[in-house]
Nanobody, 131 residues
Framework: VQLVESGGGSVQAGGSLRLSCVAS????????IGWFRQAPGKEREGLTC????????YRSDVAKGRFTISSDVPNNTVFLQMNSLNPEDTAVYSC?????????????????????????WGQGALVTVSS
């Protein structure tokens, strides 16, 4: 059971990156996947989460307008497209999974996915944005 992120790296302010999160070892369609980030010296922050089966999606205020979550279900992959990046977006970005029953029962598509509720975590991908 694992999630593996890729696509992190360094980019200049104003640029874009797309992160990938590949799932294995569990039934991908029965879960919701969330993206989180943690900047140096700051608490982990939830960005967006989406149910794989129904595409119910929550986006935080930070994510709205710049970050978009999407999926490639046949390949068990979720993406995070990030545009108009700025140095404040520098962080380790992680994907995490939660069973869709928990996601729906708790209305996480409306309230956001709390990191404490996520069951499976990836190792994280570093994104560095330079000015």
């Amino acid at each position: 059971v694992q999630l593996v992120e890729s696509g992190g790296g360094s980019v200049q302010a104003g640029g874009s990156l797309r992160l990938s999160c590949v799932a294995s070892g569990f039934n991908f369609a029965d879960y919701a996947i969330g993206w989180f980030r943690q900047a140096p010296g700051k608490e982990r922050e939830g960005l967006t989460c989406m149910s794989i089966r129904d595409f119910l999606t929550y986006r935080s205020d930070v994510a709205k307008g710049r970050f978009t979550i999407s999926s490639d279900v046949p390949n068990n992959t979720v993406f995070l497209q990030m545009n108009s990046l700025n140095p404040e977006d520098t962080a380790v970005y992680s994907c995490a999974a939660i069973h869709v029953s928990t996601f729906l029962t708790n209305n996480y598509f409306y309230r956001g996915c709390p990191s404490s509720a996520m069951a499976i975590w990836g190792q994280g991908a570093l994104v560095t944005v330079s000015s």
